[in-house]
Structures are given as C-alpha cells and as structure tokens.
C-alpha cells in the first residue's frame, strides 16, 4: 500500500449476561464497571469512544441500581461517547424463532435510541453462527453495516476481511469479519516489547489480509473487562513508535463507514455462516440442555401464535391490550436467549435462572391468555344468553376446519359438541375422568360446616370446527349426549386417508396411500458415549454405539378422528464412561413412543417419553431414508445442505478450530431428498440433525456432566469456556423424565417450501379452545378470582381480517405506538405471490419496516417475497 494503515483501535467491553456466574454475579460487576466507565469518559475527553457491548439489557440493569446516573450516561450516549444497542440481547440466532430475533431488535433499537443513540452496525462479537436472515433484518432496522467473528471460512475472505454478507432474499449488509475475534487489543500496552512480539504480527497479518484498504480494526476489550484507563495515551505512544501505521481510538460506526468508503469491495457470502475454522461454533451445543431449549420454544410459541392475536382479538372488540405485561414476557425471554444463556453452556445454578425465567414467562402468558378468554366468553354468553358453551379460537387470518382439542367439565359422563346452530362435530372423547367435587366451607350462625360438592367429569376431545380467519366461533357443551371414544383394541395397525402404521414383528412399516410408497423399519434409535463438554459432543474413542433392536407393541386405540399406536424400545446402555470404556452395560433405557394419525392430517404424530438413567451419552432416533442432502428451515426461506461438507477431508492439517461435521440446526423442520422421495421432520424445539449414509438422524438430548473439557475428538486443544477450572454441572446430565415431540411427513415430489411451511402450521397449535365453566377452577390457575368484565357483550361469531394468497404468518401483534395492527407475512418460495388483506374493522393496509417504519406502497392487495410487514389501521385512521 502506498498510504499507512489506519488502525481503528476499539475499546470495549463484551458482556456475557450469565455463564459460568450468574446473572446477579454479573450485574454486581456492571454496576462497579459502568461507574467508572462513566467517570473516566467524563474526565477524559481524548477518550473518544467507548463500545458498551450491544445490549441495551444492561444499560437497564445498571440504570435500576444507578437511577441517579440516567443524566450523565444519556449525555455520553447521545454525544457517541459510549456506544449501545441495537440489542437488547445478543440472542444466539440459530436457536430461538426468527420473530425472537426481530423483537429482541425492535426493543433494543428503540430503548439505545431513548437513551440518545443506538449504535448502527449489525454487532455479533461472539454468538456461535449468525442465521441466513439477519442481513435483512439489519437492513430494515436502518442498518447498512456488520461486524461479527464466527462462521467464516478463511477461502472466503483470504483477500479482504470486508465483505457483502447477502440473505436469500437479496438484501445485503456490508460487514467486516474480525478474524482474531473480538480481543486482539485487549492487553494494549506502550512497550516496544508488547509491539514487537505481540501487536506488530497481529497488524502484519491483518495487513495482508486487506489488500483492498489501508483502514484496519483492532478490537480491544474482551469479557467483562474494565476501562482501560490508558488507551488514549497508548494510542499516542503508538503514533510516535509506529513510523507505518497511524492509530486512532474508535468505534465500529466510524470503522465501517471509512473502511467501506476507502475501497469498492468484491467479495459477497451468501447465507448462514456456521464454519467453524478460525473461530469455535459448537455445532451440537443445539442438542446441549434439550430440556431448555424445549421450554423456550414452548414458550415462544404460546406468545407469538396465541398470546399475541388472542391479544389482537380482544383488543378488536375493546378489550384492553396487555402490553406491559407483553413488555415483560419478552424482556425474560431476550434474557433467556443471550448467547450463553439459551445455549445452555453455563453453571447449573445458571441453567436454574434460565429455567424459572421461562416458568415465570410462561405462566405470565396463561394467566393473560386465561383472562382474555374468559372475558370474551363472558361476553359471548350475554349476548347470546347460552351459558353452556365454548369458544374455538382461530389465529391465523385463514379460515381452518381442522381438529382441535377441547377440555370440557360435565355433570353427565355423556357430553357432545354441537356448533352454533345444533350440528353435531365429528369428535372423538381421548380421555375422560371423574373428579371429586371436594367439601365447601358454609358460615353459618352456628358456625363454619362442610358442605359436600358434587362430583364432574373432566373429558378431553378432539372434535373438527371450522372457525373463521384470526377470530372465534361459538361451539356448544351438550350433556346427556354420548360421543366417540377412543378405545383400546386388539389390533396391530392404525391409519387415516393418508398413512397406515404397522407394527410387524417388532418393526415399524409406514404406508403412504399418496405416494404407494412403503417405509419398512421407520426408524431406530441410537445411543453413543459423550465424551464432550457443555459446548460440544465428542465420540468415545473405542465407543461403539447402540442401536436399538425390535420394538414391543403396547397399546393400539381407536377412534372416529383419532387414532394411536404405541410401542416400546429397549436398549442396554452403559452407566457412564467408565463401563463404556469397559464395555458393560448395566443400564436398561426404556422409550416409550406414542404414534398418532388423525383424520384429514398429512403428518403422522409422534411422542418419546423416558426416564434417563444414564450418564455421558448422546440419543438420537434414525428415520429410514436415502438422500445426499437436506432442506432445513431457517427465517423466511429453506436452506440446502449436502451430506458432505468437503472441508472434513484435511480439517485438522488446516487447523481448524474444530471438525466441521455435517450436523446442522433446524429452526423448524428438516427435510431429507432423495431422488425419488423425501422424509421431513417438524420439531418441537428439537434443534440439530445430521444427515447419515441411509438415514436422517434427529438428535434428542446429550447428557453430558462438564462445563468444558480438554482436547475434544471434534475440538482440539483448550477447553471452551472457562479453562482454567473444571466446572461439574450434574443437572446438564438430564437424570429425569424427558419428552419429545414431532411429526413426519413422506412425499415423492421434488421440495418446495411453500409445502413445508403449511404443513409446519398445520402441526403448530394455531388454535385453542375455552369452556366457560363453573365446575372446575384449577384447570387454569386464575378460574377461581374476581375479574372484571370489560366489554358486556360479543357477537357468538367474529373475525378480525382474512389473508388470501399463498403467504404464512410470522406474527400477528399491536403496532409499538399503539395506532393499529401488524401482521407479518412470509413467502418461503422463490417467486412474487399476491397478498390481499380483508377486513371491514382495518381498512388501511401500509407496508412498514421491521422496526415498524413507513416504506413505501400501501394498498390491500400487496406483492409478497421473503416477508412483508403491514400496518392496519381502522377507517376512522
């Protein structure tokens, strides 16, 4: 180069919420850190630029110790001093719902911008691999740059570090790859001896690594770190030394835009990016803490495609929005999906705050989904003066006629569904009990006596409504009536118009009546030693794994929309690593699977449970199919992954940081193509398969008892995380009963994921129903209270909009500033498809920006690719 380099130094802190400490732990340490950071800015004025991480989570949680010091931070803030946001959390991408990813934005784009700035630079320092989307994403937050450290093949980048990151749709952020990671100048220091040795090669092979630019980015900070107080006077001792270079204190902001205004550059990646070369990915960190990661996804789904539109409903109808409590909810779950925190890769007494965050998360939204759901059938029961009823929830802005559970509470055992007008739903009761009406306690004159209650009967039921788009329909409770009941039978087969089930001789065969096809042995599970860590699996040198043989048959029941067969698995397991590496086997693990097809379903149910009493080891159930790659879901598309990453041939010759074995994340489902046929999975909250030589491999649970180990099969050298002290964390080895569930689904047509998105929301539960009721007051925890009646009367049938085009919903919520609705549509295929949006309550359709911003177009007839946000707004608007 003919000019000197620029050397933008960065000083920061990154700040891990939880990990091996905890959050409490943490949050005492970034009272004493910001205390000074704030007192050296304001003493300092050659201190420039400080970057505060990207999380506006703990800007708030400093500011609920220091309120005093709001002032003196928003001002540091406001004049770029100290740079926040565009986080609220850095949410480890690849493992929550991509809407997760969106919201965690929105709020902290707009908190960073209250305090005076939010920092526009798309910041990923450490989360292990960045989803497909986020380029998008950032781009509708009003963000044109990125910086991130992990998911980079050295080939892509061997010229310059900066590059167009694209996502499928075509949109695309300029980003920077920090290729020593986040810390390269965190021990900064004005020695001839520290620049020699230690600074001097790092710039050195920077340099040659940027042949488009002289600008280059030296991150200095690292994990929890305090200020370093001498970094102006380094940066000029480094001036004076340094007859090549010219340093400068600054930030990612002012990096980016003078880096990318110094050179046009070239190179563009396309995607995910999950390689794990220079920097660790722990690609099978997703299968680590299954236990968490089920409950958030349990989670997320109760708040996006139930809280949020029943939310929406009600408010269309004058029931106030719970919006502070939404606030809440989703504050807990940015916290649960910070990058250590969701991977579940930290201390037990960590895991334990991540799990009753999620408790306590999950119990905000059945208590707010139990009270709008009461209120409404209140107010249904006024106008239509029928007090034996129940409303069928629909939210999504199609009408469904699908099979939907109910709870019902009857005095008679006999108990049918009619619909408003008295037609008789086809149902099927799958399980009935008769519950103890318990004593009541009268106050008499003479005193207090017990009462006896009369007993009733709880039944559940899957019956077919056919309930209008984003609404409700009024569903009537008839006793005395006798409906079908699933029943035990002695038969060895199930089936529905698309599939039967077979159990032959201890095997699984699945006939698919579409296709012709016939599935012999369906699947099989296999169980391997781990001898990995928190972070990542690691085969047992000398481990040979277990397969399980032939399966029990248990159980087949049978009903007019229902049906079920359930089987039984045994397999011989060591205890632990020691009798793997004896090769006993002292332990039974017995599976329990439960097969359900119901009527009009593409999908054939499945369910594990078992009890695990076993240590160090890896499951995974193995689907019968031949392909040389996979579809898997990711944000608004379906990505392609071949069975093969070539890189595995010379990984550790290349030094990578860790083998890139071809397991692979999933946000919902997976899907193996074969030439002439496919086999698909959708999950819930399981997150990782691998794609073997005959079959597709969807990993259950790891249960592992370390926070880190040396020396990894897969991952050579240090341990991850902390690595100077073995951390046992007990909990991670899951001894307890655990559950897992999905559906499968054949097809001999080539993959199209519009087909899989319609089948991924017809498996998740965009429906509910609510019996108004007196019976029973624990079904949910608030029956039993007081709660006041907003509106006093309903109509027995609403709907709020209609969508027609082939389009799926990402979220249906209340505008941020409280004017409309929004509802966020996605198109998976590569082709435009025509939206329209009809409602006689929102009759203003304006597309918006993810951060909920007007761009341009309007209308209610819309071209939708990838996802389009849209505002409604009343007529009145």
């Known amino acids: 180069m003919n000019r000197k380099s620029k050397v933008h130094v960065v000083p920061h802190s990154h700040w891990d919420r939880e990990w091996y400490f905890t959050i409490e732990d943490s949050n005492v340490i970034l009272v004493e850190n910001l205390d000074r950071l704030i007192d050296v800015m304001e003493r300092d004025s050659a201190y420039t630029s400080y970057v505060f991480d990207a999380q506006v989570s703990v800007v708030q949680d400093y500011l609920a110790i220091r309120p005093e010091n709001q002032d003196r931070l928003q001002a540091l803030i406001d004049a770029r001093r100290i740079m926040i946001g565009p986080w609220y959390t850095q949410t480890d991408t690849l493992l929550v719902n991509t809407e997760s990813v969106i919201r965690n934005l929105l709020y902290g784009t707009r908190m960073a911008k209250e305090l005076g700035h939010s920092m526009q630079v798309g910041y990923l320092p450490d989360i292990f691999g960045q989803n497909a989307y986020l380029p998008s994403i950032f781009q509708q937050f009003g963000m044109q740059h990125s910086v ?152 997320e789904n109760k708040m996006l495609h139930r809280l949020e539109p029943l939310a929406s409903i009600a408010a269309s109808l004058g029931i ?225 794994p277990t397969y399980s043989a032939e399966c029990e048959l248990v159980e087949v029941t049978r009903g007019e929309v229902s049906e079920t067969l359930r089987v039984r698995h045994r397999l011989n397991l060591p205890a632990d690593l020691e009798e793997r590496t004896l090769h006993r086997a002292s332990r039974e693990l017995i599976i329990h699977t439960e097969f359900e097809l119901r009527s009009g379903e593409e999908f054939i149910r499945i369910e594990h449970s078992l009890h695990n009493n076993a240590y160090d080891h890896r499951l995974r ?71 073997l030589e005959e079959e597709l491999a969807l990993t259950l649970f790891r249960s592992v008892g370390l926070l880190g180990r040396d020396d990894l099969a897969w991952r050579p050298g240090r341990a991850s995380g902390i690595n100077n002290k073995a951390v046992a964390t007990p909990d991670a080895q899951l001894q307890k009963q655990l559950t897992f569930r999905y559906a499968v689904h054949t097809s001999n047509e080539k993959f199209q994921p519009g087909q899989w998105s319609a089948l991924t929301e017809r498996y998740i539960a965009h429906t509910a129903a609510y019996h108004l009721q007196e019976l029973n007051t624990f079904e949910e925890r608030l029956e039993r209270f007081d709660l006041p009646q907003p509106i006093q009367t309903a109509p027995s049938q609403f709907s709020v909009l209609e969508v027609t085009g082939l389009a799926f919903v990402s979220c249906t919520k209340l505008t941020e500033d409280g004017e409309g609705l929004i509802i966020r549509l996605f ?49 009145k608007e």
């Open 320 to 544: 106030k929005y719970p919006r502070k409590w939404m606030d809440n909810v989703w504050k807990q779950l940015f916290d649960v999906h910070a990058h250590d925190s969701i991977g579940g890769c930290n201390s037990d007494d960590t895991n334990r705050n991540i799990e009753m965050r999620l408790t306590r998360a999950e119990r905000i939204i059945d208590g707010l989904m139990n009270i709008l759901k009461k209120q409404l059938a209140r107010a249904v029961s006024a106008q239509t003066g029928c007090r034996e009823i129940a409303l069928a929830f629909n939210y999504l802005p199609r009408r469904q006629k699908s099979l939907m559970p109910f709870v019902v509470f009857t005095k008679s055992e006999q108990v049918a569904l009619t619909d408003r007008a008295g037609n008789g739903l086809a149902a099927t009761i799958t399980k009935q009990d008769y519950i103890s009406g318990g004593k009541q306690i009268v106050v008499t004159a003479e005193g207090e006596r017990q009462v006896e209650v009369p007993g009733y009967y709880r039944t559940e039921l899957l019956a077919e409504v056919d309930t209008p788009p984003l609404g409700y329909t009024t569903v009537k409770v008839v006793e005395g009536k006798q409906t079908d009941v699933r029943e035990s039978v002695k038969a060895a087969s199930i089936q529905n118009q698309r599939y039967t089930v077979k159990w032959i001789e201890g095997q699984l065969v699945v006939a698919d009546h579409v296709t012709g096809q016939t599935i012999h042995s369906l699947m099989r599970f296999e169980d391997a030693g781990d001898h990995g860590d928190s972070y990542d699996y690691s085969p047992l040198e000398g481990d040979t």
């Open 621 to 691: 159930v193995l689907f019968r199919q031949k392909a040389d790659h996979t579809w898997a879901d990711q944000g608004y598309t379906a990505l392609r992954r071949e069975k093969v990453n070539p890189h595995m041939q010379n990984w550790k010759e290349n030094g990578f940081a860790e083998a890139p074995v071809s397991i692979y994340p999933l946000e919902n489902y997976v899907v193996a193509e074969g030439d002439d046929s496919q086999l698909g999975l959708i999950t819930e909250g399981i997150k990782e398969y691998e794609l």
């Open 148 to 299: 991130l450290q992990r998911g980079v093949y050295t080939e892509q980048v061997e010229n310059d570090l900066n590059f167009w990151w694209t996502s499928p749709d075509g949109s695309s952020v300029k980003t920077n790859y920090m290729y020593f990671g986040y810390g390269p100048g965190k021990f900064l220091e004005p020695s001839a001896s520290y620049f020699e040795q230690r600074l001097n090669p790092i710039l050195e092979t920077l340099e040659g690594m940027n042949e488009s630019t002289d600008q280059l980015l030296l991150p200095a900070g690292g994990d929890q770190v305090l200020v370093r107080e001498h970094f102006p006077a380094t940066v000029e001792w480094l001036n004076k030394h340094d007859d090549n270079r010219e340093y400068v204190l600054s930030n990612y902001e002012k990096f980016m835009r003078e880096a990318w205004e110094s050179a046009a550059f070239k190179n563009t990646i396309h995607g995910e990016l999950i390689a794990g070369q220079k920097s660790r990915i722990h690609s099978t960190i997703r299968s680590h803490r299954i236990d968490l990661k089920q409950h958030n996804y349990r989670v």
């Open 827 to 875: 198109n998976p295929s590569a082709k435009e498809v025509a939206v329209t949006v009809d409602s006689t309550l929102y009759q203003h359709v304006k597309p918006v920006s993810l951060a909920e911003e007007p761009v341009e177009g309007g209308g209610n007839t819309i071209e939708a690719k990838a996802y389009k946000t849209l505002k409604l707004l009343c007529a």
